[in-house]
């Protein structure tokens, strides 16, 4: 899903609030990735990472990760331009959103990662780079506003082709692990970019600014490390939790609510009525436990057990419907 990247280097001074800041949208990320991968390994009833709320918080998440990029880039070329040390951020960046999209290619080939959190934010600091200095603070401001509504006004079918899939202006989705695309997302690097380069010299100035972590120093060390952090918590999640389903096996109610959803939807659409196909569903579930038909992901049955299904689907409907008011 997301990382912050830290542009800053050693020579320059550092707040770190910033830095506490983006710990804290790690943590915010490593959380969310605990909850995804739960749901995917069978571990709880459900993906709750996939439901509208895992939904939005995922973008919170990444929009705030995109934001602290845009003030970054003005914290280390505001006064001029780091030629090497953003050169040097721009090759980690890039080499590890390849690392990402090798590393998916053999792991979830028919999703892997194509263009990802890093690789828009590899994108976007070089789309950015002219609005960190020379061009006026307004038009960072209207460039990410104009960047975020792009898609609300421009979608077309020919912009789903996978050579522009990364522009964000089709009309579809592509079938992907993560997905951040330029548009909208790149227009929150600009926003960072407005609101560093017109905040950041009363920031300094103030409390906040001169903050020091200590209380928080780990916080501050991962925001400091931010890249290290991301490539490397989700291979730890992931074995820990692999290694806690193989001991304690799925959740007992995983798959179910999936299950009941994907029937309703067929048994209206073959003209079913609504209520009678809801109760029918769960009537279906249960059936399928009781004569071992049930797996908490799906299966293909053999033709001696697709007539079984076939059987208790159809008795579990007509007693349904026969009990609809």
Partial sequence: MTSPVSPTTPSRPRFEAIDAARGVALAAMATYHALWDLGALRLTPENYALTPL?????????GSFLILVGVGLVLMN???FAARPFAMRLARIAGAALLVTGATVLTDPAHYIFFGILHCIAV??????????????????????????APHFIAADW???????FLGLGRGTPQTNDYV???PWAGLVLIGVALARAGLPAFAGS??????????????????????????HQPVLMGLFTGLVSLTGP?????????????????TATGGEAGACAAAASCVSD???REGLWADRPRSFTAEERLKAQALSQACYDAAEGTAP
Avoid at 57 to 62: D, F, L, S, Y
Avoid at 207 to 219: K, N, S
Avoid at 254 to 259: D, L, P, Q, R
């Fill in 54 to 62: 895992g939904r939005a918080a995922a973008h919170g998440i990444a």
């Fill in 78 to 80: 505001g006064t001029r």
């Fill in 124 to 149: 976007a600091s070089v789309l950015a780079l002219p609005f960190v200095r020379g061009l006026p603070v307004w038009s960072a401001a209207v460039a990410g506003l104009a960047i975020l509504a």
């Fill in 159 to 165: 912009l789903d082709a996978p050579v522009l899939a």
């Fill in 181 to 183: 695309p330029l548009m």
């Fill in 207 to 232: 409390r906040v600014g001169g903050w020091r972590a200590r209380p928080a120093r780990a916080l501050t060390f991962a925001g400091r490390h931010s890249l290290a952090v991301y490539l490397i």
């Fill in 251 to 267: 959740h007992p109610q995983a798959g179910v609510a999936e299950f009941r959803a994907l029937y309703v939807r067929n048994c």
């Fill in 287 to 289: 059936a399928f436990r």
